[in-house]
């Protein structure tokens, strides 16, 4: 098995990254293989719904890796998506990473996301983490994806990366939420080991407010 981890901070060894580790030990403790990708300091484009990712078959920008992202994510087993807190919501960077990987993705149903475990986690020195998650939240929802939680909310506090560890509570909520995603997953593999077919789901009908 294995999850694919997105970090979406510029800062590659922030405070982000000490949440995400913290999730990396209990997974590789039980087997599972993990990949942190890096969304890093480059400018990265936003989406521009220019509905060309439905012919292509991915987005039209393809020097940033988030195409490279969509292909892994279609061999993964989960996902953590994880940001510092801007303005009481995710970074601007993980937004147009997301964008685009799930407008992309979503042409043929979200296939590389569906029935999948994921989870949102948000860092900040003080607030605006479960503005951060709900936002971040709200693409699982879309892509039929099972959400993971934990013991808390899927925060951790801290201005600089040595204040994470510091917050006793925060890498425990940590350590707990992988556990869990490794049980959904677990649970997942087995089901369809046993033959429980994946729910159906209805595409045909599309409306719009206006008409």
């Not at 439905?54 to 279609?74: I, P, T």
């Not at 087993?77 to 992309?104: E, I, K, M, N, Q």
């Not at 939680?149 to 925060?155: F, H």
């Amino acid at each position: 098995m294995k999850v694919l981890l997105v970090n979406g901070s510029s800062h590659v060894n922030g405070t982000t990254m000490m949440a995400l580790n913290e999730m990396v030990s209990v997974f590789e403790k039980d087997g599972i293989e993990t990949e942190i990708i890096q969304t890093g300091a480059a400018p990265l484009a936003d989406c521009l719904q220019c509905g060309a990712c439905g012919k292509k078959g991915q987005c039209v920008f393809d020097d940033d890796g988030v195409n490279e992202f969509v292909q892994k994510a279609r061999e993964a087993d989960g996902f953590v998506f994880a940001s510092p807190v801007y303005f009481a919501h995710p970074s601007g960077r993980l937004f147009s990473f997301l964008d685009r990987a799930f407008f992309s993705a979503g042409c043929d149903g979200y296939s590389a996301f569906r029935h999948k475990p994921a989870a949102a986690v948000a860092v900040a020195r003080r607030a605006g983490n479960t503005a951060t998650i709900d936002a971040i939240n709200k693409y699982f929802g879309i892509a039929q994806m099972p959400v993971a939680g934990s013991t808390y909310w899927n925060m951790v506090f801290g201005r600089n990366a040595e204040d994470a560890p510091k917050d006793a509570e925060g890498m425990q909520t940590m350590r707990n939420l992988a556990r869990n995603m490794i049980w959904m997953m677990r649970c997942f593999a087995e089901g369809k080991k046993n033959g429980v077919p994946y729910p159906a789901f209805e595409r045909s009908a599309m409306t719009n407010f206006i008409r």
